[in-house]
């Protein structure tokens, strides 16, 4: 296998199987009470944000830079969630919402195994709410 052909990039169907992981992610968002205090930090209108996370993960996951293309005044995933109040709860409650999405896209295991345990930390590297 080609060093392209396994980035999750690849691995979850390109950038469409990405834009369908996105999409699933706030589906799942929106319809499961459970996701209540999660979607609370989010406007009423999910379709910037939608396109937002698509491109980002496009990106991360080893596809196309569209996300720096149409923000490049946000290169930092950190600094574009400071102003959120991100404590343990939240960070999970982002993570199960995501593996939700992973069933609804039905996102492969190869790619689950690679994507999940980095999100995972990813989620609790944004959380805010520790002592300085």
Same mark, same amino acid.
């Given at each position: 296998?080609?060093?392209?052909a396994?980035?999750?990039?690849a691995?979850?169907?390109?950038?469409?199987?990405?834009?369908r992981?996105a999409? /699933?992610?706030?589906d799942?968002?929106?319809?499961?009470?459970?996701?209540?205090?999660? $979607? !609370?930090?989010? *406007? #009423?209108?999910?379709?910037?944000?939608?396109e937002?996370?698509?491109?980002?993960l496009?990106?991360?996951?080893g596809?196309?830079?569209l996300?720096?293309?149409?923000h490049?005044e946000?290169?930092c995933?950190v600094?574009?969630?400071?102003?959120f /109040?991100?404590d343990q709860?939240?960070?999970?409650?982002w993570?199960?919402?995501?593996? $939700? !999405?992973?069933d *609804? #896209?039905?996102?492969?295991a190869?790619?689950r195994?690679?994507?999940?345990?980095v999100?995972a930390?990813?989620?609790?590297?944004?959380?805010?709410?520790r002592?300085?």
């Open positions: 296998m080609s060093p392209a396994s980035t999750p990039h691995l979850i169907g390109g950038t469409e199987g990405v834009r992981l999409d /699933a992610f706030y799942v968002m929106e319809r499961e009470p459970a996701f209540a205090v999660l $979607r !609370a930090i989010h *406007a #009423a209108d999910l379709a910037p944000m939608r937002r996370l698509a491109d980002w496009v990106q991360w996951m596809g196309p830079r996300y720096a293309e149409k490049p946000r290169g995933i600094s574009a969630h400071a102003a /109040a991100i709860r939240l960070a999970d409650q993570m199960a919402c995501m593996r $939700r !999405a992973f *609804a #896209a039905e996102a492969p190869e790619f195994a690679m994507v999940e345990p999100m930390g990813m989620c609790q590297g944004l959380r805010n709410d002592a300085a």
